[in-house]
């Protein structure tokens, strides 16, 4: 119930390139979705966040699709460079100062 | 705005020693902090949920009396790593919401422990 989950767990793209990564859920209680940007041996950084009441959230070269009825969500990253290499992760919470559930992470690499 | 360090970045210690790892908020309080661990390649697992003032609320097994946390004050949570062994070897990070009635977590940047 608790579970989120994400795909695909690795993933290569071409610099220009539009990335790709997709997160599912259970919970119909989750109410906000933060994506997470990590890079080897550094903390996660706040990418963009979304919540339900709106389906797309466009900041700069990415954006995240919701789509509550099928309980999923993704991200996209437009024009992708090669620093955007890292991982990212989805996550999803309940309410105000919950806890974050995390997706398994997807490790980007991004080839010029 | 919104920045959390952690202190020590990385600390190598010997069996049965005790590690103390700081996280501060910086330009902000934060009423709640929350500590994890990360194994190399793998995801983020929750360990404890700390608030100023009160004690830590622990997930399902992680013990305790081994990881004692303490939120002391609106901008510092400390995470003690107590009788240290090889096992306890991992990547600790915190992370900080944002200010009340907010969902944001702010992260900061890990502390890599070794346990010799």
């Known amino acids: 119930q608790q579970q989120v989950k994400q795909s695909p767990q690795s993933l290569i793209v071409q610099k220009g390139g539009i990335s790709i990564i997709n997160c599912a859920y259970e919970n119909t209680a989750f109410d906000y979705f933060p994506w997470y940007q990590q890079f080897p041996g550094k903390g996660p950084a706040l990418l963009i966040a979304?919540?339900?009441?709106?389906s797309e959230k466009k900041e700069g070269r990415f954006t995240i699709s919701f789509n509550k009825s099928a309980k999923q969500f993704s991200l996209h990253i437009m024009d992708s460079q090669p620093g955007d290499s890292a991982t990212y992760f989805c996550?999803?919470?309940?309410?105000?100062?919950?806890?974050?559930?995390f997706g398994t992470g997807t490790r980007l690499q991004v080839t010029l | 705005g919104a920045v959390v360090s952690q202190h020590p970045s990385r600390v190598i210690c010997k069996s049965g020693t005790s590690v103390k790892i700081e996280c501060r908020s910086l330009?902000?309080?934060?009423?709640?902090m929350f500590w994890y661990r990360q194994f190399p390649k793998q995801s983020l697992m929750l360990m404890a949920t700390?608030?100023?003032?009160?004690?830590?609320?622990?997930e399902q097994g992680v013990e305790k009396d081994k990881f004692l946390i303490n939120h002391a004050s609106l901008t510092l949570s400390t995470l003690t790593v107590t009788s240290a062994h090889p096992e306890d070897s991992s990547f600790y990070i915190c992370?900080?919401?944002?200010?009340?009635?907010?969902?944001?977590?702010?992260f900061g940047p890990g502390t890599r422990l070794t346990v010799l």
């Open positions: 700390s608030n100023e003032g009160s004690k830590a609320t622990y």
């Open positions: 992370s900080a919401l944002g200010g009340l009635g907010t969902d944001t977590q702010y």
């Open positions: 996550a999803a919470s309940t309410g105000t100062a919950s806890k974050l559930t």
């Open positions: 979304i919540r339900p009441d709106v």
């Open positions: 330009d902000f309080q934060a009423t709640t």
